[in-house]
C-alpha cells in the first residue's frame, strides 16, 4: 500500500470520480466489441441511461468539494492504488506510462515515490505498462539462470519470434557488466540466432537495444522475414502478433534448443557423432 497523508476534500471528490471514470471506460470499451449493431446499441443505451446520472452526481461532488463539501470514499488509499495499477495496465507508449504513480501523483496526501525500473518492477509483481511485458512471457521464458532472462516480446508491439534477453542484475548498459555477464551474452546470442531463424524463417535477425523504456540493460532480437520492410525502417515499426503466434514460435525455438543441448555429449560438451 502506497504511503499517504491526510486526504483533502479535494482528494476525495478526485477519487470518487475517477473511479466512476474507470468503471465507464472499462464498460465502453467491452461493450465496443459486442457482436452485433442492434446488442451493442442496446447496450450503449443502457450503459448512458445507468451511468451517466452517477458520473454527473460524481463531478458535481468534484465541483462541490472547493466549497468544502466532501466525499465519502470507503477506502482512499486502495483506490488511489487501484488506479494506478489500471492507468499502467492500459497505458500504451504514452508520456505517462513512465510516471510514477500516474494517479495518486496528483492527490496531495501522496507522499512522492522514486521512479522505478519497469524490469525491476515486473519481476517483483508490480503493475506495469503492457509495452514492459510480462513476468512470465508467451511460451515461457527460454533461459532463466543467474545472469538472464529471455522470452518473446511484448505480443502488440513485436512480430512473432521477437527475443528480449533482461539482466537480471539491475544495471544500465554494456559499460556496466560484469565479467561473466560480459562473457556470457555474446555466445548466448550465437546460441540463439539460428534457432530463431529456422523456426521464424528469416534471413536476418536484427538487435535492437538503447534503454530508453526502462534503465535496466536488455536485448531484443527481432527477426525479419521474407518481405518486410529492411533495414531501420523495419526496426520503427516491425510489426505485431498474437500471444498464440508468439507461443508456436517459442515452442520451435525451444525445441531447437532442446535437440541442440541433446546433442551434446554430456562429459565434454563436444557434439556427438
Keep these: 500500500m502506497k504511503d499517504f497523508q491526510d486526504f483533502s476534500a479535494s482528494d476525495l471528490a478526485r477519487l470518487a470520480l475517477s473511479a466512476q471514470l474507470q468503471k465507464l471506460s472499462d464498460a465502453f470499451r467491452l461493450a465496443s466489441v459486442t457482436p452485433g449493431v442492434a446488442t451493442l446499441a442496446d447496450r450503449l443505451e443502457a450503459l448512458l441511461d445507468s451511468e451517466v446520472p ?62 522505478t525500473c519497469l524490469i525491476c518492477a515486473k519481476y517483483a509483481g508490480n503493475p506495469v505498462p503492457p509495452w514492459a511485458g510480462f513476468p512470465v512471457p508467451p511460451g515461457g521464458h527460454l533461459i532463466d539462470d543467474d545472469l538472464w532472462r529471455v522470452g518473446h516480446g511484448p505480443t502488440p ?11 537480471r542484475r539491475h544495471f544500465l548498459d554494456y559499460a556496466d557488466f560484469a565479467a561473466d555477464e560480459a562473457a556470457s551474452l555474446g555466445p548466448l546470442i550465437h546460441r540463439l540466432t539460428e534457432p530463431l531463424k529456422q523456426a521464424t524463417g528469416a534471413p536476418r535477425v536484427h538487435l535492437f537495444s538503447c534503454m530508453e523504456g526502462t534503465e535496466h540493460f536488455h536485448l531484443w532480437m527481432v527477426p525479419r522475414v521474407p518481405g518486410a520492410t529492411e533495414g531501420r525502417t523495419f526496426i520503427a515499426e516491425p510489426g505485431h502478433c498474437t500471444p498464440s503466434e508468439a507461443e508456436e514460435v517459442i515452442h520451435k525455438v525451444r525445441a531447437a534448443l532442446d535437440a541442440e543441448h541433446s546433442a551434446e555429449d554430456p562429459a565434454d560438451g563436444e557434439a556427438t557423432t
Design 54 to 115: 452517477t458520473l454527473r452526481a460524481s463531478i458535481a461532488g468534484y465541483l462541490g468539494a472547493a466549497e468544502g463539501t466532501t466525499t465519502h470514499v470507503a477506502d482512499p488509499a486502495a483506490t488511489a492504488a487501484q488506479l494506478d495499477a489500471w492507468y499502467l495496465r492500459h497505458a500504451q507508449l504514452e508520456p505517462l506510462a513512465r510516471v510514477p504513480d500516474p494517479f495518486s501523483r496528483l492527490l496531495s496526501g501522496r507522499t512522492p515515490g522514486e521512479r
Design 157 to 167: 508491439y513485436w512480430p512473432a519470434g521477437t527475443l528480449l534477453i533482461e539482466s
